[in-house]
């Protein structure tokens, strides 16, 4: 099994800055893309920003100049530096990531979320 942890969120004032961090564990030969999501209150979940094994990343136009994804392989981690937080920023961001993982016998791709962390930006 794959377990995902946020770490990172809070209530930050527009302008500001937060550093979100995700961890991934358990079973893992290689993860390929990793990203950020995000849903607010009432609206769907959409994509945030992604990155994949070999440094290639795609965002949402609304977050394009304020947000950046980075990874660290070493320790199975995906970043995502906001600066800039405007209110409508205001949601619980996720991580989710691709991983090649084993199980049940044999080896497959898995798509793996995490808990989610809450970010509050106050105007």
């Known amino acids: 099994q794959v377990q995902l942890v946020e770490s990172g969120g809070g209530l930050v004032q527009a302008g500001g800055s937060l550093r979100l961090s995700c961890a991934a564990s358990?079973?893992?030969?290689?993860?390929?893309?990793m990203g950020w999501y995000r849903q607010a209150p009432g609206k769907q979940r959409e994509l945030v920003e992604r990155i994949t094994n070999g440094g290639s990343t795609n965002y949402a136009d609304s977050v394009k100049g304020r947000f950046n994804i980075s990874r660290d392989n070493s320790k199975n981690t995906v970043y995502l530096q906001k600066n800039t937080l405007k209110p409508e920023d205001t949601a619980v961001y996720y991580c989710n990531e691709d991983v090649l993982t084993w199980g049940g016998g044999g080896r497959y791709h898995g798509r793996f979320w995490g808990q989610g962390t809450q970010v509050t930006v106050s105007s």
């Open positions: 358990g079973n893992i030969f290689s993860i390929n893309t």
